[in-house]
């Protein structure tokens, strides 16, 4: 089974400021790769996706994420951030193997200061 | 386009009672379908997933259970809740590249 490790339960970071949230994965095999944001109290939103190809992935809001296979890193960043990025995000794995099982990280709670 | 609803959006019950939870899809036809579970500080847990009207896959063993008695129809119940069955309960449907998309969820508070 994949495991996803999110190192950072929380990152405070003052609006406009840079951000990279860390994702690393257990699995060298093929995945798919995700990043998923959360409002308080609802579902989640997925900000953006790795299937195959490019390594750099845009998502929505200005996130983007690179994939690094040999550290098997999935870090998402931001290079300017907004208020209304206070959140929390979550990095996720499936195996496109077992496409039925989505393994989530334990989430990193961005807070942005003004 | 696909849409996802989630009833109710708050749920309060006394330890013992009975639970469920619906999730319907609109938009798509014979969906694959999950039940996630997220408690407090902590990240999403599979509990359950369909891949067709009466097919349940359990992930996780517990007093819940999950029904799929429709295509775009999915149900969690208990029948006695505990209360450690507190959370965030989400369902999701799967769409092109094996990406998950999320109800709103239902904030369950066991008392």
């Known amino acids: 089974a994949q495991s996803v490790t999110q190192l950072d339960s929380q990152v405070p970071v003052f609006e406009e400021a840079p951000v990279e949230l860390r994702c690393n994965y257990s699995?060298?095999?093929?995945?798919?790769l995700f990043w998923y944001v959360q409002y308080p109290n609802q579902g989640l939103q997925l900000l953006l996706k790795?299937?195959?190809?490019?390594?750099l992935v845009k998502g929505i809001n200005g996130f983007e994420a690179e994939f690094n296979k040999s550290q098997t890193s999935f870090h998402l960043r931001k290079p300017s951030v907004h208020i209304s990025d206070t959140a929390e995000y979550f990095c996720?794995?499936?195996?496109?193997?077992?496409?039925?099982?989505?393994?989530f990280g334990s989430g990193t709670k961005l807070n942005v200061k003004p | 386009s696909q849409t996802i609803h989630q009833w109710p959006a708050t749920l309060v019950q006394p330890v013992g009672s009975p639970l469920s939870l619906e999730c319907t899809v609109e938009?798509?036809?014979?969906?694959?379908l999950y039940w996630y579970r997220q408690a407090a500080g902590r990240g999403l847990q599979l509990l359950f997933y369909?891949?067709?009207?009466?097919?349940i896959s359990s992930e996780v063993p517990q007093n819940l259970s999950a029904s799929r008695p429709q295509d775009r129809q999915f149900i969690l119940s208990s029948k006695k809740l505990l209360l450690s069955d507190s959370g965030f309960y989400l369902c999701?449907?799967?769409?092109?590249?094996?990406?998950?998309?999320f109800g709103p969820g239902t904030r369950l508070t066991v008392l």
């Open positions: 699995s060298s095999v093929s995945v798919y």
């Open positions: 369909s891949v067709g009207i009466g097919q």
């Open positions: 790795y299937l195959s190809g490019s390594t």
């Open positions: 938009g798509t036809s014979n969906p694959n």
């Open positions: 996720a794995v499936s195996d496109p193997g077992n496409f039925n099982k989505f393994y």
């Open positions: 999701a449907w799967r769409g092109g590249g094996d990406t998950q998309y």
